[in-house]
């Protein structure tokens, strides 16, 4: 048989309570629309039964492609061996598996490609999540967009169609810290956003810790935006200036008005406090780009693939 037209890629991880529900709405989905479609689902390590669960499931039905990664790679690497293994010949929709992105937006995704877009993302018009984590993500996404030398949708994450020759050129992109929605926006092309309403987890807890939204938000700053680099040279010439300004306003005192200029302490300890904070500040700035670089340069692949079930009923 020809590939699918269409594949849906899905990471799980430690999600065997959402599993059966994410399974049910993915079937009606897929028996609904006129559309040859496959499912690829990512084990990035699990814990509990998603990988069994994940193993039945592909046995019994033709339409579910596998991946079981070797350990727990992270959101965006399990993403991407997803999107590696994905065969839909015009297009593969990127979802979580936690169902708090609506598969059924496909549909209308699927519009927008026909008329000719090559990636359509999804805008979360409402998040209901805690205001402390709804306020970081809306604050993120503003201070991202103002520093990116991209433009970066405002409120969008993964959840996307995204045709089959933008994610051939994801796919070849070999960089480490990944942060698949800038690279997505970096590829460029015909792009537009659908507005939803995010839900709550079906189930289950949310495997993203503030640390690991840390982590993307790093990735997201420190790949598409010459910011922070062009921050510490501003710090540095801000620095200099009133240093220089500070031994000015002493000749004048001295020289011109006459007057005592303070010999002691505190000033010395102003300076050594800040300028060697300022140095601690621009090594750390320094350090994240030489990190990125360290990683990069071992030239270790992405993730490991343990294995997988590829039904025949696609041709690769």
Known sequence: MNNPQISIVAPLYNESETFPHLVERLNKLMDRLPLTIEVVLIDDGSRDNTATLMQALALSDPRY?????ARNHGHQLALSAGMNEARGTEAIMVIDG???DPPELL???YKLYKEGYDVVYAVRRKRKEGWIKRLAYHSFYRILRSISYIDIPLDSGD???VSRRVVDVMNAMPEESRYLRGMRTWVGFKQTGVEYE????IA??????FALLFKLAYNGIFNFSEFPIKLLTRLGGTAIAFSMMYFIYNLIKKYVLGMDVPQGFPATLFAIIFFGGLNLFGLGIIGEYVLRIFFQSKGRPLFIIKSKILNKQWEK
């Open 65 to 69: 492609h596998c991946v079981f990664l």
């Open 98 to 100: 936690d169902l708090q």
């Open 107 to 109: 549909e209308d995704f």
């Open 159 to 161: 959840f996307a169609l």
């Open 198 to 201: 995010r839900d709550e987890r």
């Open 204 to 209: 289950g807890e949310s495997k993203y810790s």
